[in-house]
Nanobody, 121 residues
Framework: VQLQACGGGLAQAGGSLRLSCAAC????????MGWYRQGPGKQRELVAN???????NYADSVKGRFTISRDNAKNTVYLQMNGLKPEDTAVYYC????????????????WGQGTQVTVSS
């Protein structure tokens, strides 16, 4: 099972970027998909996640600016980032909690490789 993230890059403050992350492999069901980030000298933190039923959670620092969404048919999660700030600069990691061929019948956590987001002031 692999998570492939793309969409990072350089943006100016106030600009927008959209991240996407597709999960592939022997996946039976996905419980949670989400995005974490790790800024320079900081610990990894949750940005947003979305549960299988569609409910979402956001870090306070991104509420009202970022939107997470999910395409269950494609096992893909998106993060629309608007109103970017320099403090959003970080490596963004997608993650999922899923029931897969490796974890059956239980659930396991999986991580993508990370994509760099840099916001200039």
């Amino acid at each position: 099972v692999q998570l492939q993230a793309c969409g990072g890059g350089l943006a100016q403050a106030g600009g927008s970027l959209r991240l996407s992350c597709a999960a592939c492999g022997s996946i039976f069901s996905i419980n949670v998909m989400g995005w974490y980030r790790q800024g320079p000298g900081k610990q990894r933190e949750l940005v947003a996640n979305i549960i299988s039923g569609g409910s979402t959670n956001y870090a306070d620092s991104v509420k009202g600016r970022f939107t997470i969404s999910r395409d269950n048919a494609k096992n893909t999660v998106y993060l629309q980032m608007n109103g970017l700030k320099p403090e959003d600069t970080a490596v963004y990691y997608c993650a999922m909690n899923a029931r897969t061929g490796d974890s059956w019948p239980g659930l396991n956590n999986y991580w993508g490789q990370g994509t760099q987001v840099t916001v200039s002031s």
